[in-house]
């Protein structure tokens, strides 16, 4: 199912995008987080822990209750420590 992804990691970056589903939703932010972790000199010891817990959580989050409502056709938010993802579902012909 498409759908649209915002998400954020909080003062440090925010994005968003049309995705092809929950996987390329996760492998979005997977690659955001990830970027943020090479790239950001202040993002070691505590705050990449941190950074690496919460994205872990909210990527199981996606991949259940994420997943459980854009299939059902509504928006899902979630916030965990400083990453925030929104998935809003799309209809296939709203993203030609």
Same mark, same amino acid.
């Given at each position: #199912?498409?759908?649209?992804? &915002?998400? =954020?990691? *909080?003062?440090? !970056? ?8 929950? /996987? @390329? ?17 202040? #993002?070691?010891?505590?705050? &990449?822990? =941190?950074? *690496?817990?919460? !994205? ?8 259940? /209750? @994420? ?30």
């Amino acid at each position: #199912m498409a759908l649209w992804m &915002a998400w =954020a990691v *909080r003062s440090v !970056a925010e994005a968003g995008g049309n995705m092809d589903g929950i /996987e @390329g939703a996760v492998a979005a932010l997977d690659r955001s987080v990830q970027r943020i972790l090479d790239r950001d000199p202040a #993002m070691t010891g505590t705050p &990449a822990t =941190a950074l *690496r817990a919460s !994205a872990r959580d909210i990527r199981t989050r996606m991949l259940g /209750e @994420g997943r459980a409502a854009v299939e059902q056709g509504e928006r899902w938010s979630a916030e965990v420590g400083e990453v925030k993802v929104l998935l809003v579902p799309r209809d296939d012909d709203s993203l030609a």
